[in-house]
């Protein structure tokens, strides 16, 4: 099993930044490939940014690419995202998720076996 608990969401004016963060505990958090996913209320959730367990391999949705940063510290068994260039669009439910091993598609939320509770992120215009 492993646990996963995000922090660092919150509001923020529109061109700001955020910095979430995802806590990571039990089996092994080192072997497993971490994503970053969001919700809407009402809609599916989407793939934002997937890093593989070593950190060498990142995927990032192209409605983020350029503004968001994906990074994993193993030691301490956390991953952050850093969000640039904030737009309201990005008012939705982030979500921390993890799997061991590689997925066949990063983006693929079926491919991801544990989640987070979520932390709300919040752009104002």
């Known amino acids: 099993q492993v646990q996963l608990v995000e922090s660092g969401g919150g509001l923020v004016q529109a061109g700001g930044s955020l910095r979430l963060s995802c806590a990571a505990s039990?089996?092994?958090?080192?072997?497993?490939?971490m994503g970053w996913f969001r919700q809407a209320p009402g809609k599916e959730r989407e793939f934002v940014v997937a890093?593989?367990?070593?950190?060498?391999?990142?995927s990032y949705a192209d409605s983020v690419k350029g503004r968001f940063t994906v990074s994993r510290d193993n030691a301490k068994n956390t991953v952050s995202l850093q969000m640039n260039s904030l737009k309201p669009e990005d008012t939705v439910v982030y979500y921390c998720a993890a799997r061991f091993g590689r997925p066949i598609h990063y983006s693929d939320r079926n491919e991801y076996i544990y989640w987070g509770q979520g932390t709300q992120v919040t752009v104002s215009s």
């Open positions: 039990g089996r092994t958090v080192s072997s497993i490939t």
């Open positions: 890093i593989s367990w070593s950190g060498l391999s990142t």
